[in-house]
């Protein structure tokens, strides 16, 4: 639950400051983030895993990669997780070291191989064997040599969305598991190719402790069997998907408790699991959180345009659209909404909809909210994953801007964007 975003005398704060103060300075529809929020979220990780000597946290950029975030991240001692040429770009002009960044990703091109390598980024994580072909042939023509690790399908399911849900073996990712030796065995022997790793990344939002220990008991067989066949690894990258609570994100007596709140993952006791499963001499470890990090840092503060009634059902409309959070609208997400400002108005079911021209461009359906007028402000919470990083300009709606809060201080680190930069 975030303690850096909570209500003060029925007023939204984030840290120190009133989130109506923020939109009345910056504009609405505006993503605030909470830098405190992100140190809280990355210590526990980092205390968590302190039983592991030496493991990495790799933070995945696609969960969210505005600038400021990312040299926050990176000042906190993180490396970064990649999945493009853009995001080793912007990994390395935040402050990460080459050597912390690692890429991956399913389709990665040739400008995506060859960025990394003459960057000289640490690892590249391979997932097919005509890819690892490339990434040999790339290197020799740059005259480098690709430091490699495997991606492994372990065919696990994560138990959450099918959308996030990657490591099964009809997912595109990854090689399948039983097909991997002979990969990693084709790999040892290639000119300008060292394989060091083993890399494994199940899902997203994965809320169950059973599905990460299936996942570690299907690595330790697999590098166990390396070992048979002479090849010793060096890394091993476990990938992330630790899930947050969307539910019920702030209590409080003024709003409604949310039903189904989603279980948190003990964090010690995964650092356990991975730890006692897949400790091997000389052997690091890594993990990929995105959405752990950053996702409870972050609101969307939103101005209420219009209430409108049809058939009984009562529509909330708001000048935040699919466009600029798509969350709800790729895969019914649920996101807490709440009013920036509390009164004792009591609650009925809404539906929370945007401007865009399409049904699917809602925040909420039937949700039980207090009475909300023209004007009034609403945050939608825990959005600094995959909110601004996957908004787009559909129906020709400009970006919302960005802030960055550190206690009492606020500050733009991205500017709204003007009718002008459409074009």
């Known amino acids: 639950m975030t303690d850096k975003i909570r209500y003060e005398q029925n007023l939204l704060h984030v840290e120190d400051i009133p989130a109506a103060d923020l939109a009345e300075k910056f504009g609405t529809p505006l993503y605030v983030y909470s830098g405190g929020q992100i140190a809280r979220n990355f210590g526990l990780l ?50 990460f070291a080459p050597g912390s960044i690692s890429l991956a990703g399913v389709g990665k091109t040739d400008l995506d191989i060859d960025f990394a390598l003459s960057r000289g980024i640490g690892t590249i994580i391979v997932e097919s064997n005509e890819e690892l072909k490339v990434v040999s042939e790339r ?56 394989l060091v790793g083993i890399h494994s990344h199940i899902g997203s939002q ?51 408790v949310e039903k189904k709140e989603e279980p948190v993952i003990n964090l010690n006791s995964l650092a356990k699991v991975i730890k006692d499963r897949l400790s091997f001499p000389g052997c690091e470890i890594a993990i990929e ?43 019914s997400a649920y996101h807490q909404i709440v009013p920036v400002k509390l009164k004792d108005s009591g609650f009925s079911p809404a539906d929370v909809v945007g401007p865009v021209c399409e049904t699917t461009d809602a925040f909420a359906v039937q949700r039980e909210l207090p009475a909300l007028n023209r004007g009034d402000l609403v945050a939608i919470l825990t959005v600094g994953a995959y909110g601004y990083s996957i908004a787009s300009n559909y129906n020709s709606r400009p970006k919302p801007a960005e802030v960055f809060v550190e206690k009492d201080s606020a500050r733009v680190v991205r500017d709204r964007e003007t009718l002008d930069d459409l074009i």
Do not use: W
């Not at 209420?304 to 708001?318: C, D, M, N, P, T």
């Open 46 to 95: 980092q205390k968590a895993f302190s039983v592991i000597p030496g493991a990495k946290i790799l933070y995945a950029l696609k969960a969210n990669s505005n600038p400021e975030i990312l040299r926050h991240i990176c000042s906190l001692g993180a490396g970064a997780d990649t999945v493009s040429a853009g995001e080793i770009f912007l990994a390395l002009r935040s402050g």
């Open 289 to 331: 959180p995105g959405r752990y990090i950053v996702a409870e840092s972050g609101v969307l503060l939103t101005r209420v345009l219009y209430r409108k009634e049809s058939a009984g059902r009562r529509f909330i409309v708001v000048d935040a659209g699919m466009n600029d959070m798509m969350r709800h609208a790729l895969y």
């Open 206 to 256: 994965v809320t169950e402790h059973a599905p990460f220990e299936e996942a570690a008991d299907s690595i330790r067989k697999f590098v166990l069997d390396l070992k048979k066949r002479g090849i010793e690894i060096k890394q091993i990258d476990v990938g992330g998907g630790i899930g947050v609570r969307y539910r019920n994100a702030i209590k409080h007596d003024l709003l409604p």
């Open 139 to 194: 290197a020799s023509a740059l005259g480098r040599t690709a430091t490699v690790s495997l991606r492994i399908n372990p065919d696990v399911d994560a138990r959450t969305h099918p959308h996030i849900s990657t490591g099964l073996k009809e997912n595109k990712f990854g090689i399948n598991i039983d097909k991997a030796g002979e990969t990693a065995a084709r790999a040892v022997k290639m000119k300008n190719i060292e």
